[in-house]
């Protein structure tokens, strides 16, 4: 029998336990048995921290199993904050490893395996005591990096190393909350500007209506052939509800509520980045606990032409053989898609973009664009208030017209 854990909320170290119902199609709690997994970090004998975890009926076993061990981490790391002849010798890779104990299980697991594939970056520290790195030890690290030789080794393709840099600084601050809160880091102003290998290629993501109609045409002729003709509707959905891909194939029939005409979007699919995890669906949304929009006439037409169609009365909506979709599933279907269409576009997230861009050059409201976005940061949302060119070129003839009059 299928399980999976799903993450709750409000407790993070806890999970409710879901197994697949064949015959009604869809995810419930076990009937019998342990219904929650609590996990928690436990030092060994030795002083290693190791991840464990226990079964439990209720939830409120299961939070006091994980909350304790919280309680009790604080206790047994409050000595550990006075900072000692030996912590001052501490070499970078000694911090990597407490850093990767004590602070990255916090983080997604999509999350965990990206900042540790950036750690390969940074051998050049390992064996260096951390208070010992100096700006020009910055500076050797860039250039090394740089080089064409380090880049053919797999990273030919990448633009900068901003992420990575930001990874570095995160594990030197680590340092700096836990060992010494004198500890200034080696970055100058300029190191930034140096991470640039080359420039980034510009992914235009203004898709007009017509050109949506266009791609649509052609991921219709896509899905039919290749038989996916959920990713068709995925994408008309994903357009209608102003949505990032994972927050469309996370929604649920009974997100859609009629009598109300409202939809409300507060999961998404976490797709993990390396083999051997789990998709996964989760609460909320990317940047927050997510949003509720009125259902618009799109978005209830393709609601109920794909539920004659697949037949989903209730969970989640878009599935293939019973299963959750992968982000390679629908981002192959989406590229096909516009290289049929003739599109100078890619990546997924372009209908979102092209959703948003749109409803702001009709409302042209930005707190209406945010609302609909589900952003609660307004600078966010400043990206879809971008004009076009063609707009910018009538606007501009206008006061041209206007202005002929003045003499210079």
């Known amino acids: 029998m299928k399980r999976r854990l799903e993450k709750l909320t ?34 060994r004998g030795n002083g290693v921290l190791r991840r464990m975890s226990k079964y439990f009926d209720t939830l409120a076993q299961a939070k006091v199993y994980y909350l304790r061990s919280q309680y009790q981490g604080k206790v047994h790391e409050e000595p550990k904050l006075e900072r000692t002849s030996a912590e001052a010798g501490m070499l970078f890779g000694e911090v990597v490893k407490v850093w990767q104990e004590v602070w990255l299980p916090s983080k997604n697991v999509s999350t ?30 860039i250039a090394e990096i740089r080089k064409p030789e380090y880049l053919a080794r797999g990273h030919a393709t990448r633009c900068d190393y901003k992420h990575e840099f930001s990874v570095l600084r995160g594990i030197l601050n680590f340092y700096a909350s836990r060992y010494n809160r004198n500890y200034r880091l080696p970055f100058l102003k300029d190191h930034k500007p140096m991470l640039k290998v080359k420039e980034k290629m510009k992914i235009s993501k203004d898709l007009t209506v017509g050109e949506f109609q266009a791609f649509m045409d052609a991921l219709k002729q896509v899905c039919i052939e290749f038989d996916c003709e959920v990713v068709y509707y995925l994408a008309f959905m994903q357009y209608a509800t102003y949505c990032r891909v994972q927050e469309a194939a996370a929604l649920h029939y009974e997100d859609f509520d009629f009598v109300r005409n409202r939809i409300a979007i507060n999961k998404k699919i976490q797709w993990p980045r390396a083999r051997g995890f789990e998709t996964k669906l989760v609460d909320g949304s990317k940047a927050n606990g997510g949003k509720v929009i009125p259902m618009g006439d799109l978005a209830a037409r393709v609601f109920k032409e794909w539920i004659l169609k697949s037949g989903v009365r209730s969970g989640l909506l878009f599935l293939i053989d019973g299963e959750i979709l992968t982000y390679r599933q629908i981002e192959y279907r989406y590229t096909q898609a516009l290289q049929r269409a003739g599109l100078p576009f890619r ?14 050059d009709h409302s042209k409201d930005l707190l209406l664009t945010a609302k609909m976005a589900g952003q609660r940061d307004i600078r966010s949302t400043m990206k879809y208030t971008k004009v076009r060119d063609e707009k910018v070129i009538q606007v501009q003839k206008q006061m041209d017209e206007k202005l002929s009059m003045l003499r210079i």
Not at 10 to 22: H, Q, S, T
Request: charged share 30%; net charge positive; proline share 5%.
């Open 112 to 141: 965990q395996i990206r900042y540790k594939s950036y750690l390969q970056h940074f051998r050049l520290f390992w064996n260096m005591p951390v208070e010992k790195i100096s700006p020009s030890d910055i500076d050797r690290w």
């Open 10 to 43: 409000d407790c993070p170290g806890v999970f409710r336990i879901l197994l697949w119902n064949e015959e009604l199609q869809k995810w419930e709690e076990p009937a019998k048995g342990m219904r929650f997994r609590a996990f928690r970090m436990e030092k």
């Open 347 to 360: 990546a997924t997230h372009l209908l979102r973009h092209a959703s948003l861009t749109e409803f702001y």
